[in-house]
């Protein structure tokens, strides 16, 4: 069994508790207007080409007709791109940068267990994240199930836009969720994101009452959601666990990301103070 992930992260400490490795998923259900993982959106492979780095030495030319010489300046044709990443080697500057590689399980795992130190020694683990890795969660269960026979302490970080079943399936080797939660109005939810949150809220209680151990994770961007934190705070007064809610203040470094993907950039224009981040802290206190 595969998977297509876009990045392997060692040393996170912003992913659950400790010092851990971070695997992130390609393919996500949602597009939240300021997401700072563009490259994860998309579950096909896609290449960055990060113009500012590049020397117009056109080695990527020789090996790809997508990379064009006109006047020997580089040009790239990201609609003949196919993301196979054969150029990227060929680059020299890290111009060039493949999201979506093929792993199976069975190659993951060794390349999460050489930071195991860092766990051991800090309570960290092993994080799967995106995107939306739940997308894959066969393939999650199976690397999760993996990791917990070897001791290793296990993370799941969604959005929640998935199947019941997918949450059903890694239940038995995760153990912390860290669940985003957007709005709470479902409008504002469409609006921010593409999609509703029903289902979302649906299997954030469903892990409520199986006594999950989950972690809230509230994105606070001004101008979309920072009017949702009492319908948010509200929400989780219904539910019967304890849990850890933190508020993560929007920020818009991704900006560079968007441009090397061809995306549209959809980043929000202002930063939250650091006056809103605490009064939605005390809010949600
Ligand atoms: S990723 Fe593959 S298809 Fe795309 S430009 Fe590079 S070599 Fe060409
Ligand atoms: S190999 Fe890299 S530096 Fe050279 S032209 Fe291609 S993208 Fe630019």
């Given amino acids: 069994m595969k998977a297509r992930i876009a990045d392997i992260k060692s040393m996170a400490i912003h992913d659950g508790p400790g010092i851990r490795t971070t695997v992130f998923f390609k393919g996500c259900g949602l597009k939240c207007l300021w997401c700072h993982n563009p490259e994860t959106i998309s579950s096909v492979p896609q290449l960055a080409f990060y113009e500012t780095k590049c ?3 056109l080695a990527c030319a020789a090996v790809c007709a997508a990379h064009k010489a ?3 300046q580089h040009h790239f044709d ?4 196919l993301g196979c990443g054969s150029c990227v080697s060929q ?4 111009a060039l940068q493949l999201f979506g590689t093929e792993v199976t399980a069975e190659a993951l795992l060794p390349r999460l267990l050489e930071d195991r130190a860092f766990y051991e020694t800090t309570g ?5 994240s995106g995107g939306e890795c739940l997308l894959q969660a066969d393939f999650c269960a199976a690397l999760l199930e993996a990791l917990k026979k070897e001791g290793i302490h296990t993370a799941v970080d969604t959005c929640g836009f998935v199947q019941k079943a997918a949450f059903e399936k890694v239940l038995p080797y995760t153990d912390i ?4 939660i957007k709005a709470i109005d479902p409008q504002v939810h469409k609006a921010c994101t593409g999609q509703e949150n029903g289902m979302i809220l649906d299997n954030i209680r469903y892990l409520d009452s199986v006594d999950a151990q989950m972690e ?4 606070f961007v001004p101008g979309c959601n920072d009017r949702e934190i009492p319908a948010i705070r509200d929400f989780l007064k219904t539910l019967k666990g304890s849990y850890n809610v933190k508020v993560l203040p929007y920020h818009n470094y991704a900006g560079s990301k968007y441009a090397a993907l061809g995306m549209e950039n959809t980043l929000p224009p202002t930063i939250p103070t650091e006056a809103q981040i605490a009064e939605a802290e005390a809010l949600l206190r």
């Fill in 55 to 57: 020397q117009h030495c």
């Fill in 124 to 128: 960290g683990g092993v994080t799967l």
């Fill in 91 to 94: 680059c020299l500057q890290g």
């Fill in 70 to 72: 006109a006047e020997l």
């Fill in 216 to 219: 809230f994770r509230i994105p």
């Fill in 177 to 180: 969720f860290l669940v985003d």
């Fill in 78 to 81: 990201r609609g003949s791109c």
